[in-house]
């Protein structure tokens, strides 16, 4: 079992940056891989991005790519999303999420309650 509490979300405006973070409590965090994913209202939920405590191998959709960047630190058992250059269209709640293997992508076991971010044009 794996809880995972996001934090960093908030408003800001085209063109800023938000630093997402997912602490997760868990005594084996290496074995879990960890992403990221988004919902905005109205629409089905995307995978942004995940990455493997084991080796670092990353994933990043091509919809944020260039932009977002997925990050960890294993001692603080906590998995980051750093997000720039923001646009509007990626207003969305944003959800960590884990899962014994990164096969399971997108339908990862274990999710947080999610942390709003709303960008402004």
């Known amino acids: 079992q794996v809880q995972l509490v996001e934090s960093g979300g908030g408003s800001v405006q085209a063109g800023g940056s938000l630093r997402l973070s997912c602490a997760a409590s868990?005594?084996?965090?290496?074995?879990?891989?960890m992403g990221w994913f988004r919902q905005a209202p109205g629409k089905e939920r995307e995978g942004v991005a995940r990455?493997?405590?084991?080796?670092?191998?990353?994933y990043v959709a091509d919809s944020v790519k260039g932009r977002f960047t997925i990050s960890q630190d294993n001692a603080k058992k906590t998995v980051y999303l750093q997000m720039n250059s923001l646009k509007p269209e990626d207003t969305a709640m944003y959800y960590c999420a884990a899962d014994r293997l990164c096969g399971s992508w997108p339908n990862f076991a274990y999710w947080g309650q999610g942390t709003q971010v709303t960008v402004s044009s």
């Open positions: 868990t005594y084996t965090y290496s074995g879990y891989c």
């Open positions: 990455i493997s405590p084991l080796n670092g191998i990353m």
